[in-house]
C-alpha cells in the first residue's frame, strides 16, 4: 500500500466529507444517490433456520472480542446459523493470538470467518463493512463491535424477529450496558491476561436505550447489504487512513436506506463501555480529548 493511498484527507476530501455529514443530517434524501436500493415489498422474507452473519472489527481491542467470541461459545443459538466474520491486522499480535485460539474450536451454528487485512484499510471500518456486505450469503447481517456480547438467549430471540421481515434495516432497541469502564477495571484486566473462554457477570449492567440503529446495532436484510454494500460510492469512506477514523459513515449508511432503522426487542445483548480507547494512540491528546468526551457525555445520559 503506497503513503498516498494511506494518507490524511486532502482539503477537497475534508469538504466532501463534511458535506456528506450535512447531507445525512437530512437535508437531501439519501436515496436519490442509491439506485442499487431495492423496494422493500421485493425483500426476500426469511425463512427458518435464519443465516445470520455478524459483523465486527478488532484493532487493539482483544480483550472486548474475547467476550464477544466467548459468547457465541457459551451459549449458540439453536434458531439461527452465524457466520461470525472479524476484521483484524496481523500486526495485532494480542488478537492474531486471540482468534488462533477460537478458530480450532468448533461451535454449533457457528462459523468463524477470520479476515486478516492491512491495518490502513482496517482504520476505515467502511471498507470492511462494504466488503463483507457485498460477499455475504446471509439472510440478515448484523454490523457491530467487538465490544457488543450475545448473552444466553439473544441470538435465538433475534432470530424469531427477523423471520419474514422485509424491513431495510432493524436494531434492538435496548441494550445491557456497563458504566464507562477504567482500564484498571477487573472485567478488562482479566480479559488481557491470556485467550480463553470468559463470562460476565450481569449486575454490572443495566439497561440502555437507543432510538436508532447507531454503527454497533446496524442489523441489514440481506438482500440490502448485498445490493447496495456498505457506502461503496461515497469514496471517502472507502480510502485506506493512516490511523482509526471516526465512524461518520455509519450515519451516511443509514441516510443512504432512507431509514433510521426499525426497533425489534432483543434481550440480552450486552455492551461494554470503557473509556480507553485502544485504537488511539495512548497518551496522546487525541486520546485524552476522546476520553474526556466519552466521560462528559456518560454523564450527561445517566441524568
Known amino acids: 500500500m503506497t503513503e498516498r493511498h494511506a494518507s490524511e484527507f486532502t482539503l477537497g476530501e475534508k469538504i466532501v466529507e463534511a458535506s456528506l455529514r450535512l447531507a445525512a443530517s437530512g437535508g437531501i434524501p439519501g436515496r436519490w444517490f442509491n439506485k442499487a436500493l431495492p423496494d422493500q415489498s421485493a425483500l426476500t422474507p426469511a425463512k427458518a433456520p435464519l443465516t445470520l452473519e455478524i459483523v465486527s472489527h ?54 468463524w470467518n477470520f479476515q486478516p487485512m492491512p491495518k490502513e484499510e482496517l482504520f476505515r471500518r467502511a471498507i470492511g463493512r462494504n466488503r463483507a456486505a457485498k460477499a455475504t450469503e446471509a439472510d440478515w447481517v448484523w454490523f457491530t463491535d467487538c465490544d457488543v456480547v450475545f ?85 471517502v469512506y472507502q480510502k485506506p487512513m493512516p490511523r482509526w477514523s471516526k465512524c461518520y459513515e455509519d450515519r451516511a449508511f443509514r441516510w443512504l436506506l432512507g431509514t433510521q432503522g426499525t426497533p425489534i426487542e432483543v434481550p440480552n445483548v450486552l455492551f461494554i463501555r470503557h473509556a480507553e480507547k485502544g485504537r488511539y494512540q495512548q497518551g496522546s491528546q487525541l486520546s485524552l480529548l476522546r476520553k474526556t468526551i466519552r466521560r462528559i457525555k456518560s454523564a450527561l445520559i445517566g441524568r
Open 58 to 111: 478488532c484493532w487493539k481491542y482483544s480483550e472486548f472480542q474475547l467476550y464477544q467470541l466467548s459468547s457465541l461459545v457459551n451459549y449458540p443459538p439453536t434458531a439461527l446459523q452465524v457466520v461470525h466474520t472479524v476484521f483484524y491486522s496481523e500486526e495485532d499480535e494480542d488478537t492474531v493470538r486471540l482468534l488462533d485460539f477460537f478458530r480450532t474450536m468448533s461451535v454449533e451454528n457457528v462459523r
Open 151 to 235: 448473552h444466553e438467549g439473544a441470538l435465538d430471540a433475534l432470530a424469531k424477529q427477523l423471520e419474514g421481515r422485509q424491513d431495510y434495516l432493524v436494531y434492538p432497541q435496548q441494550m445491557l450496558a456497563t458504566e464507562l469502564l477504567s482500564k484498571d477495571d477487573p472485567l478488562i484486566l482479566e480479559a488481557k491476561r491470556h485467550p480463553r473462554l470468559m463470562e460476565l457477570d450481569l449486575t454490572r449492567f443495566s439497561v440502555r436505550k437507543f432510538s436508532r440503529a447507531t454503527g454497533p446495532i446496524q442489523i441489514a436484510h440481506g438482500d440490502v447489504a448485498r445490493a447496495c454494500g456498505y457506502c461503496p460510492d461515497l469514496k
